[in-house]
């Protein structure tokens, strides 16, 4: 092989090349790789974090539904509790009040059947007299009349 002049000047173009390269172009070309892989690397990091954010969030969202439904079983029992209870109530005050219209019922009742026997012992008495008076044939006054009266209503 020979060695000549122009193998000499392309190896020093070559190594002037090299170092013009390793000194002015490849700084910002590994530069820019670098900076490359740490923004890959943090986007890496910063997906697993929101996945594992996600995760998170999502367990602490099933929670609070989950709770959010105790909750609502508690509300519908409670107002199947009341609602049993206001039945309840509304029963007891109708009884009470059916109970409270029969009293009343027998009161008036009592009282009308009072009225009724002093009448009736009035009218008895009454024709209990004229019975007298047809068999006395006389008429009696009215002083003798009420005492008549009085005595037939006492023997009642």
């Not at 000047?9 to 170092?19: H, N």
């Not at 109970?99 to 009343?104: A, M, R």
């Not at 044939?137 to 009642?156: F, G, P, V, Y």
Request: charged fraction near 30%.
């Amino acid at each position: 092989m020979d060695i000549n002049a122009t193998l000499i000047g392309q190896s020093i173009a070559f190594l002037v090349f090299v170092l013009f390269c390793y000194k002015f172009i490849w700084p910002p070309i590994s530069g820019a790789i670098e900076k490359r892989q740490k923004e890959i690397a943090d986007s890496l990091n910063s997906a697993a974090k929101m996945r594992e954010e996600i995760v998170s969030e999502k367990n602490q969202a099933d929670l609070e539904i989950s709770k959010a439904k105790l909750k609502a079983k508690e509300i519908l029992s409670e107002a199947e509790k009341q609602a049993s209870q206001i039945v309840e109530q509304a029963h007891e005050q109708a009884t009470a009040k059916a109970e409270q219209i029969i009293e009343q019922a027998n009161k008036n009742l009592a009282l009308e059947a009072s009225r009724v026997r002093k009448e009736l012992r009035a009218e008895v008495g009454a024709i209990a007299v004229q019975i007298a008076e047809k068999i006395v044939e006389r008429e009696l006054s009215a002083k003798d009349n009420q005492d008549i009266i009085d005595n037939a209503l006492s023997k009642l």
